[in-house]
């Protein structure tokens, strides 16, 4: 206090004089007063909004029009989910030739709406670049005997319905799914893989152990709190609902200084501009909604407690196991460092915990790519204008070039466009898109993987059973017995953070004078500028609570944390949860099948017979993967350059077919890379030498599309124009000696590949 008592005097000496102190005084009084009424009418506002938007019966924040398409309560396991599509705003134009865009919203606590919250959204940007849009949202009451798996049965319906709409489409939706959504959205596409095109996940938490010490404290609080019986507790309570408002009230406690002081001041202090803004997010956070209790129990055991998603471990109601290795499409993980609600080893971790290498991920071919942000937090990953701007802005418009990425481990970063960059022409917008390949060690550098840390987390999950059977069996029946729809209705009503915003609403009687009073401030405000002292001195002040604040959330988070290893970490306690009978990895890592390690055997042998058979194109593709891979990035101008000149190189081959062709080729590649180049002057033959030089011509143009060039990247460009050359000088052999060529259909027709190539 002295500090900042000395702080204030020494910034303020020019004004210590009594008639301008006491006219600051006054001034700022004055002003504080007026803040006051303005700040308590737009807490009126909050009030009646929140209360306007309750009743409504299909609430949601979108800020875009919509037609609903199908609803999910007609479906035969019906959800309350519904598909929209998005009506393009005036000056829009949409493309019914481009890939369908999907978004998918989480059902965390809050009302649906916020992938397209703003202009600048998700589905904002999607909506600028002429895709068709759609949008899966849901009610704000669940359907009764809802379950997990329904919901994941209606979403694969919508994207159906979606891909029917557009039958001249050869590429599947990109789908987006934030938060909440993205693990639900995964899971659909375990289960049925033909449905998606490239999938991006936002702040979705995957791999719900994994966690850096010291950060990411939610990943305690199931132990602190003795298991899942608590979420059976609140579900009871609710007479088989859950309320949301738990969900955000949870949110809420990990930032107490933003939640208690931070927000709420931020309001006062700039009551004149940050109304209207305060308002629209507090739309969609005070719109809490319901869930089954069958639902949060399900996700509580066996994603939050059990972390068995990313292990392959759960099953649905008909037997089918949910193996994320199974999804065909590129996966592409955005997070962020600033996120304490799905940090970064959480997002990842699941790469970790169901694959061994790169290889084994190539095996499976599946593309993943993660993107992490440096600083935004848990909602600017899907809400945020300058992410969406940039990051969303640039997945959107290169989403052709992710589906084409062979399989692998990729890293993407978004960076300004510099002026000295070659071929600028060749950068849409403000900023560039590259890719840089990855290995394990990334990863591991990321989760920071601490098997002491998974030990104690199995631990939480084998004592939360004995609680939540306890409790079924001792309690359950006793409050079950005793709750009635409508004592459950009194209780949701009850929940702290719904009593807030029904108090300072037109209901309170004692807020009827503040609109009266609020307009009388708009007409004669005397607002004061950031010089008056005693403003100074109210910043220093708010300055200090949230410092104050954080600190006890820091303490709070240490003491958290301790406590759960310390308790977790009992030795005595883990044996007698079955646990340390052997030195095995907690996490059980699931292993490839009988049925998938023959598929990729007889896929090898096939593409090892057929390594010297195809046209041109293929020859070409296969040596443009071959330099590019020499190059540690690569980036969105070698696609719109690949993309300017593919009618050209094969302009029989549509998207979806042109991606099984580079996988083929990158497949070539990895089982004999000196093999399959030895090959291309014989893929070559038959073709005169002004069509070789072409292609030829083509693949340099790609590849030197992101100059400059690594030593590595030049030398296996050079080697792929001896190898032209020789097929150039094979032209003036006799053309009754020249090996006929197959079709490119004998290999781009036939399944996709199973891995990728190391070389590459």
Request: hydrophobic share 40%; with cysteine.
């Amino acid at each position: 206090m002295f500090l900042l008592t000395a702080s204030f005097v020494e910034m303020t000496r020019p004004m210590w004089d009594p008639l301008g102190l006491g006219k600051a005084a006054v001034d700022y009084w004055r002003d504080a007063g007026e803040r006051s009424v303005l700040y308590l009418d737009v807490m009126r506002q909050r009030g009646n909004q929140y209360l306007a938007h309750m009743k409504e019966t299909k609430p949601n924040v979108l800020g875009f029009d919509s037609e609903i398409l199908m609803d999910g309560r007609d479906l035969l396991h019906p959800v309350n989910y519904e598909l929209m599509r998005i009506l393009p705003p005036e000056g829009v134009e949409i493309d019914e030739s481009m890939r369908p865009f999907v978004v998918v919203d989480p059902r965390a606590g809050h009302g649906p709406g916020i992938g397209g919250f703003k202009p600048d959204s998700e589905l904002g940007v999607a909506l600028r670049a002429g895709h068709p849009c759609y949008f899966i949202g849901f009610l704000p009451f669940p359907e009764p005997g809802q379950t997990v798996g329904d919901v994941v049965e209606a979403e694969v319906q919508f994207l159906r319905h979606v891909i029917e709409r557009h039958p001249d489409v050869a590429e599947r939706p990109m789908v987006v799914g934030n938060c909440q959504a993205g693990w639900q959205i995964m899971m659909a596409a375990a289960l049925e893989p033909d449905c998606f095109g490239p999938i991006l996940i936002a702040g979705a938490p995957l791999s719900y152990w994994a966690g850096e010490r010291g950060k990411a404290p939610m990943r305690y609080s199931a132990g602190l709190m003795g298991g899942s019986w608590l979420t059976a507790l609140v579900g009871d309570l609710g007479n088989g609902h859950f309320d949301g408002a738990w969900l955000v009230q949870n949110f809420e406690k990990l930032n107490p200084a933003n939640t208690l002081w931070n927000k709420q001041y931020n309001l006062y202090a700039n009551v004149d501009t940050e109304a209207q803004r305060y308002l629209e997010f507090e739309r969609w956070w005070g719109g809490h909604v319901v869930l089954n209790s069958e639902e949060i129990q399900y996700i509580v055991d066996n994603l939050f407690i059990g972390n068995r998603l990313s292990t392959s471990q759960l099953l649905t109601r008909d037997g089918r196991r949910i193996d994320l290795r199974n999804i065909r499409s590129p996966i592409v993980v955005f997070c962020s460092k600033g996120d304490d609600i799905t940090p970064p080893p959480q997002a990842i971790g699941w790469i970790d915990d169901l694959y061994d290498s790169v290889e084994d991920i190539q095996a499976h071919d599946q593309t993943i790519v993660y993107c992490i942000h440096d600083t935004t937090g848990h909602l600017g990953i899907f809400v945020s204008g300058n992410v969406s701007r940039k990051e969303h802005t640039e997945f959107t418009a290169n989403m052709d070039y992710i589906d084409i990425l062979p399989p692998g481990l990729y890293e993407a970063n978004v960076n300004e466009r510099d002026a000295t960059q070659a071929n600028p022409d060749l950068i849409d917008g403000d900023y560039l898109l590259e890719f840089a390949t990855r290995d394990f060690k990334d990863i591991d550098d990321i989760v920071k993987t601490n098997l002491d840390d998974e030990r104690r987390f199995a631990t939480v999950s084998r004592v939360s059973n004995i609680n939540l059977g306890l409790y079924r069996r001792y309690l359950q029946p006793l409050i079950q017995a005793v709750m009635t729809p409508q004592a459950a209705s009194l209780l949701r009503r009850s929940h702290p953070l719904k009593v807030g915003y029904r108090l300072l609403s037109d209901r309170n009687p004692a807020a009827a004078p503040l609109p009266v009073l609020a307009d009388m401030v708009k007409a004669n405000r005397h607002a004061v500028d950031a010089n008056n002292p005693f403003k100074m001195y109210e910043t220093m002040l708010s300055d200090q609570i949230v410092h104050s604040l954080n600190a006890f959330r820091d303490f709070r988070d240490q003491a958290t944390e301790r406590l759960f290893m310390q308790v977790y970490g009992q030795p005595w306690l883990q044996i007698l949860m079955g646990l340390r009978a052997d030195d095995q990895r907690p996490l059980p890592v699931p292993g490839a099948s009988p049925e998938h390690r023959r598929f990729v055997e007889q896929r090898k042998q096939i593409l090892r017979d057929s390594v010297a058979d195809g046209d041109i194109v293929q020859a070409s593709v296969r040596a443009l993967i071959f330099a590019l891979g020499g190059s540690p990035t690569t980036d969105e101008r070698n696609f719109q350059r690949l993309k300017a000149t593919r009618e050209e190189m094969g302009n029989h081959i549509d998207l979806s077919d042109f991606k099984i062709l580079v996988r083929d080729e990158f497949e070539m590649l990895n089982m004999d890379g000196h093999a399959a180049m030895e090959a291309i002057p014989t893929m070559l033959q038959g073709e005169d030498r002004a069509t070789i030089e072409t292609y030829e011509n083509h693949i340099e143009q790609v590849v030197k599309a992101s100059e400059p060039l690594d030593d590595k990247t030049r030398s296996r460009l050079a080697l792929v124009k001896q190898l032209f050359a020789r097929a150039k000088s094979a032209e003036e052999v006799s053309s009754s000696k020249r090996k006929p060529r197959k079709k490119a259909s004998s290999r781009t027709n036939t399944s996709t590949p199973s891995s990728g190539p190391k070389s590459s």
